[in-house]
Nanobody
């Protein structure tokens, strides 16, 4: 069974940083793509970033610069580093994965989703 569990959210002041973690189980990272999304209250879900085992990362246009997606093979974990947080970054952040992926992770849709972790940024 595939499971994705996010953590690392919290309440921070503008200008601060957070590192979100997504621990996964039930599949091999080497044939998967993992992504991060966010959804703010009253807004549609936004794609933030995606990466696969090929060490190539893709970012939504609004997320280039302050957001970094990474992966730790030893801990079966994906990370999303967010720097210079802004109040508009307030949202629930979700980890997602698709398995049995061959080729590029760019533009992938995702099969599995975590429950999310809340990030609240105050001014």
């Amino acid at each position: 069974e595939v499971q994705l569990v996010e953590s690392g959210g919290g309440s921070v002041q503008a200008g601060g940083s957070l590192r979100l973690t997504c621990v996964h189980s039930g599949y091999e990272y080497s044939r998967s793509c993992m992504g991060w999304f966010r959804q703010a209250p009253g807004k549609e879900r936004e794609w933030v970033a995606t990466r696969g085992s090929g060490n190539v990362a893709y970012y939504g246009d609004s997320f280039k610069g302050r957001f970094t997606i990474a992966y730790d093979v030893d801990n079966d974990s994906a990370y999303l580093q967010i720097n210079s947080l802004k109040p508009e970054d307030t949202a629930t952040y979700y980890c997602a994965a698709t398995t049995h992926a061959i080729g590029s992770c760019e533009g992938r849709t995702f099969t599995y989703w975590g429950r999310g972790t809340q990030v609240t940024v105050s001014s």
